[in-house]
């Protein structure tokens, strides 16, 4: 038969995507797993398939993903967010639970399914439910260039590094103790120890002379890290999954979210080995015990017959940091030169700041509103509620719903009222950083745009999926509205989170309702088991404009109690002292009801002491 070489070609290269293509498929059993990640304290871990720690996943560009997840632990639900990945056209895949999907319960199985798209580099995978991935369920998810695809720089070997904090209490027992009375100033569960890939002390081999590309995440919950080779530069490569302008470094800083690709040329001859150290960022702590490692060492090996030198020391933090240059990831420039954003068609700003509410505990607010989860996922409002998809009622009015217009330029400004650092995560996204406070002011101050209009902004702003805000300082992002879903912004300090630091992007809804159609079948199983509704509005009604029921947040405390700088005083001076003891014995003293009550007693009579004054 005669067939023309032209239409072989077109016929070729038509099915070379599809053909190059793998589809990965996994059966992962979730559950407990007996582990000692750090060597002085054995507890369970939350594992796949009867190991902990987790698999890498490894994947390629436009590669598809199936996953038969099945929830193995018999007393939690769990969920799959997988942090980075823009999920196009598939936001019911992207794992929020009551944002994209329902908790899935014990014994009960999901299905995500979902192509890659156009993205590569470093990324990871981790539950999606309260802080439970804090126990364990986390892992990296490397997304490989193309064989032939040419990158800007060189390396002979990749290398997958994860760093973490870790506790010995499982996070159910720790947030009993964090979102309670008893911890009136908000301070955050102190962590007892880093890993580093998920152990300690640990031993990266290496071949002299040869370029290795170090893939780095911190999967923890809270503490940002600094990570430095001793007598080693860092060649900052790719930021979040985004490849930048080669940045040399004498250390990283990274907080809980963030990715990390750098390059690390080994030395010519092999005679010593070296210092790989992790370092607990102590300024986030309100307390740091005495037993508590700030500074961890690994070991960079070239030679296993010489000896390691001598770990640093164990507590001096100022000191380790203090001899660092550091850098700032504001100066970092995509290698895509990606230019700055035109003004924004919508802008969103928030004020965050934490709050005693009237149950006593402390919450995170925007705009004085603290995340609280709808009745039905707010993707499903979007698929059952037609042409009202597009009111931003419907969504409630304590979930902090924004609905975007498709293809729009969205502003978002965020301004720290608390004198924390807090690393906020966009799902779905990733966004041009175009300004962001540096110091660190005494009272929180707000973005004020000048009269320089642009050209008071980087002409190529970094671009990434995870920022640290400074204390009492403000960041502002913009991206495009191109990707309809609805998509979860929230601090990925998974303790703020908890305490209903998020918002929800309600992005192009009818779009939404186009690409994705009805609910499926794999994702309403997962809700009838949990009897959570498929359809309706945030308070689950049919009658979308009608929010009576709906979750709402607790009411503030009684009058005379809020707003006023002395609560903080008054917090910090008088309870402060068992508050943070309370916090470092979590879960070792249970204190009954009666004695909860009076200490709340003598918390309201503090205040209202000083309220006379
Ligand atoms: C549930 O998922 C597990 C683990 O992936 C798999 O072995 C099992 O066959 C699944 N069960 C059903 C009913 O699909
Ligand atoms: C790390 O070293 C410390 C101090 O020698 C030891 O107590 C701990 O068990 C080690 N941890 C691991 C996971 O090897
Ligand atoms: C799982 O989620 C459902 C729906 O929110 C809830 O009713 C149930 O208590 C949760 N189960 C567990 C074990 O936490
Ligand atoms: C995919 O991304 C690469 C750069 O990472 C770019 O060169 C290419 O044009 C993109 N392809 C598509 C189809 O968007
Ligand atoms: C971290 O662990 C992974 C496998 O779990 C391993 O491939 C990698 O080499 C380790 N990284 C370092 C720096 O040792
Ligand atoms: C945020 O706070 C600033 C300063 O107090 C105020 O001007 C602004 O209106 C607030 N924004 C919102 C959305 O409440
Ligand atoms: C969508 O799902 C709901 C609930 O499962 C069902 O009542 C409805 O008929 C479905 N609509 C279509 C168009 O399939
Ligand atoms: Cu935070």
């Given at each position: 038969m005669y067939c023309p070489t032209s239409v072989l070609l077109v016929l070729l290269s038509a099915c070379l995507t599809p053909l190059l293509a793998k589809t990965h498929r996994f059966n992962w059993n979730i559950g407990y797993v007996d582990a000692n990640p750090d060597g002085v304290f054995p507890r369970r871990m939350i594992g796949i398939n009867g190991e902990w720690p987790n698999p890498i996943v490894r994947v390629k560009r436009n590669d598809r993903v199936v996953i038969n997840f099945h929830n193995g632990l018999p007393d939690r639900n769990s969920s799959l967010h997988f942090h980075g990945l823009f999920m196009k056209g598939q936001n019911g895949q992207d794992g929020p639970e009551m944002v994209t999907q329902c908790p899935i319960g014990p014994s009960v199985n999901f299905t995500y399914d979902f192509t890659i798209g156009n993205q590569t580099g470093t990324y990871w995978y981790h539950s999606h439910s309260g802080s439970q991935y804090g126990d364990g369920l986390r892992g990296m998810f490397v997304i490989e260039k193309d064989d032939e695809e040419s990158v800007p720089y060189v390396y002979d070997e990749e290398v997958a590094l994860s760093v973490s904090e870790h506790y010995h209490l499982e996070t159910p027992v720790i947030m009993k103790s964090f979102m309670s009375r008893f911890n009136p100033t908000g301070a955050e569960p102190i962590p007892q120890n880093s890993l580093f890939n998920e152990t300690k002390n640990a031993t990266w081999n290496v071949v002299p002379d040869r370029t290795y590309l170090l893939r780095v995440v911190n999967m923890g919950l809270f503490v940002s890290q600094y990570l430095f080779i001793e007598d080693h530069d860092l060649v900052i490569v790719e930021v979040d999954g985004v490849p930048v302008q080669p940045y040399t470094v004498d250390s990283l800083y990274i907080t809980v979210g963030q990715r990390y690709a750098v390059l690390v040329k080994t030395k010519p001859g092999a005679n010593r080995n070296y210092r790989f150290a992790n370092v607990l960022d102590m300024t986030m702590l309100d307390e740091v015990p005495e037993?508590?490692?700030?500074v961890s060492t690994n070991y960079v090996v070239y030679n296993d017959k010489v000896d390691n030198p001598g770990h640093y020391p164990y507590h001096d933090f100022e000191e380790t940091v203090g001899q660092l240059k550091g850098f700032n990831d504001f100066e970092l420039v995509p290698l895509s030169g990606e230019r700055l954003l035109p003004e924004p068609d919508m802008t969103i700003q928030v004020n965050f700041s934490m709050e005693v509410l009237g149950d006593g505990v402390t919450y995170a607010l925007f705009n004085g509103k603290s995340y609280t989860p709808p009745k039905v996922p707010t993707l499903y409002t979007v698929l059952s509620s037609g042409e009202l998809a597009a009111n931003q009622e419907i969504y409630g009015t304590n979930t902090n719903a924004y609905v975007l217009h498709g293809g729009e330029v969205i502003e978002l400004v965020l301004n720290n009222q608390d004198d924390g650092k807090h690393p906020f995560h966009l799902h779905g996204h990733n966004f041009q950083v175009i300004a962001r406070s540096e110091n660190d002011p005494e009272e929180p101050v707000v973005y004020v745009p000048d009269h320089r209009g642009s050209l008071q902004f980087p002409k190529v702003p970094v671009i990434r999926d995870t920022i640290e805000v400074r204390p009492n300082g403000y960041f502002v992002l913009r991206f495009v509205a191109e990707n309809p879903g609805v998509w979860f912004f929230h601090c990925h300090v998974d303790w703020h989170l908890e305490q209903g630091l998020a918002l929800v992007l309600v992005e192009d809804p009818h779009e939404i309702q186009k690409l994705q159609g009805n609910i499926s079948d794999n994702h309403a199983k997962a809700c009838k088991e949990v009897q959570v509704p498929t359809q309706g509005n945030a308070a689950g009604h049919m009658s979308f404009l009608d929010l009576r029921g709906q979750n709402l947040q607790q009411p503030p405390l009684p009058n005379g109690f809020t707003g006023k700088g002395y609560l903080a005083m008054a917090v910090c001076t008088s309870i402060a002292l068992y508050g943070l003891g309370s916090i470092y014995n979590y879960g070792i003293e249970d204190v009954s009801q009666d004695n909860s009550a009076a200490v709340f007693e003598t918390l309201r009579a503090i205040l209202n002491e000083h309220d006379g004054e």
């Open positions: 037993d508590l490692q700030l």
